[in-house]
């Protein structure tokens, strides 16, 4: 009876890799039996099967390759089949960039550490952009000699994705910032360094260069005024702060000296996708003149006091006076309501306009979308995803052209390619499509345009599809009803 030879020490435990290896047929493999393997790939394979970080090892000139639970997601659906295999083979689609990488760390023993490298890995059949933090340390055998790489690493494409659509909504919201009527800047940082200011900022500080530097330094007159131990506040402790009618000093015109004036302004703390505050946005008016209207108006209405105490026992002079001095107090008032209402709505005009742009988008008589400037798809609204059965998440981050808008329309996908290609070099693109989507075909008015920025840069792309009456499906239609009348 022949007995079962129990798997050497070093090869115990690892999980699901640790039993694959085990079984794994090395008496026809260039590695050779594990009880045959020298200790130092030994001590390097313990030390990886049981570790809960990604980690491999490529042994020998051929970076034969050996791995762990944690990292057997990396190869996606090359696993298992790349267990031993030598890296050439199991990277092919990424020889080019980590083959010399290896060749380094194998010839010279110097480490490497890379931090958010692209490789571009074939995943599902397609190439596909990947973001990654990984090591590469030599493993030297008895004799000091380099037999091996040891590797650890971690997959952080989701990160690097979410960081650059965060960075795309910054300079949108941005944008609409740079044109609003009010005064805007963004502090970031507990040092409140200028981020960004719109030209109403810039006008209210005599066209300063503000951009990256403190507050302290740019505005240098505040520091005395309160007005950073108020930000400082906001920054701590998260809540907002609102200035209503607040004197203030400013250097209004350049090299010249500080002016009074008055602001309406609000400090709002903006929030990291930790939770914690990370900045400050600083939205102001200018109410001067309207401070100074109810100084006047104040002072008007004392006056009136004085001068109907003065001319008591002359009623005709008094009722002339009083005559004289309500016009006066009614002008007053209409200039202050006026400046009143038309700094209210400057105010109302801004949050309009984020209302506005939301709400046309979320409307259910068009389609409508927005691209980066390669065509991958960052938005949809939520008509066009109900007409292809698709969330949100589903579709974006795809080439607009592969969605399941297109993709079951023969020649579609190469058409909407070359009009993408075309609106991002700054034409407007507008056609008839008939295209097949899961409800059946559809005819539509299409178009998609480029966005372009203060500078004439593209910033985006923008589709948009309107419905249109498909004679083919009107002439398949009942004749009444509301199946008809679409």
């Known amino acids: 009876m022949t007995s079962i030879r129990p798997a050497p020490a070093f090869l115990q435990g690892g999980g699901a890799m640790g039993e694959r290896i085990r079984n794994f047929d090395w008496g026809s493999h260039p590695l050779g039996p594990p ?24 042994w020998g000139p051929q970076f034969h390759l050996l791995y762990n639970d944690t990292w057997s997601e990396i190869p996606a659906e090359k696993h298992p089949a790349v267990l031993g295999l030598p890296a ?15 060749r380094h760390v194998f010839e010279t023993g110097e480490g490497m550490a890379l931090y958010e490298q692209m490789l571009p890995m074939v995943r599902g059949g397609r190439r596909t952009e990947t ?60 040092n409140h360094v200028f981020e960004f200011a719109n030209e109403a900022y810039l006008r209210l500080v005599a ?19 309160g007005f950073l131990e108020l930000l400082d506040g906001v920054y701590r402790s998260g809540e907002p702060y609102l200035g209503t009618g607040v004197k203030v000093k400013l250097q209004r015109r350049p090299d010249g000296p500080e002016e009074d004036c008055v602001l ?36 008007s209405n004392w006056q009136l006091g004085e001068e109907r105490a003065r001319l008591a026992a002359l009623i005709e002079a008094e009722q002339r006076a009083r005559l004289g001095l309500r016009r006066l107090n009614e002008t007053l008032e209409a200039h202050v309501n006026s400046r009143t209402a038309e700094l209210t709505r400057a105010l109302a005009a801004q949050n309009a306009v984020a209302d506005r742009l939301r709400a046309t988008f979320e409307t ?7 691209l980066d400037t390669h065509g991958t798809l960052l938005d949809a609204n939520p008509a066009s995803l109900a007409a292809i059965h698709r969330t949100r998440e589903q579709v974006v981050g795809r080439p607009f052209w592969e969605t399941e808008w297109f993709s079951a329309t023969p020649g579609m996908g190469e058409r909407m390619r070359a009009a993408v290609e075309a609106a991002a070099r700054g034409e407007t693109v507008r056609t ?39 004679p083919a499906a009107k002439a398949a239609a009942p004749a009444t009803g509301l199946a008809g009348s679409q």
């Open 364 to 370: 259910d008589l068009i389609f409508q979308g927005f």
């Open 207 to 225: 066209q300063r260069d503000v951009t990256g530097k403190p507050v302290a330094e740019a505005v240098p007159e505040v520091r005395a005024q």
């Open 264 to 299: 309406d302004f609000v400090y709002q703390p903006v929030h990291n996708a930790a939770g914690e505050v990370d900045a400050v946005l600083v939205l102001a008016s200018d109410v001067t003149d309207r401070a100074r209207a109810e100084a006047a108006l104040r002072l």
């Open 88 to 102: 050439r083979e199991a990277w092919s689609d990424i020889w080019d960039i980590v083959g010399p990488q290896f």
């Open 432 to 470: 008839h499509l008939r295209v097949n989507l899961p409800d059946g075909p559809r005819s539509f008015l299409f178009s998609v345009r480029p966005v372009v920025n203060a500078r004439r840069e593209i910033v985006g792309l923008v589709p948009e599809a309107l419905e249109m009456e498909d």
């Open 35 to 58: 009880e045959d393997w020298p200790p130092a790939l030994r001590m390097a394979m313990s030390l990886c099967l049981n570790s809960s970080f990604p980690t491999a090892i490529y």
């Open 131 to 190: 973001w990654w933090n990984y090591s590469l340390t030599a493993i030297r055998d008895a004799e000091h000699g380099i037999a091996g790489i040891f590797n650890q690493g971690n997959d952080i494409t989701a990160v690097v994705h979410a960081r650059r659509a965060r960075q795309a909504e910054i300079e949108r919201w941005r944008e609409l910032f740079r044109q609003a009527p009010a005064a805007v800047a963004l502090l970031r940082g507990p």
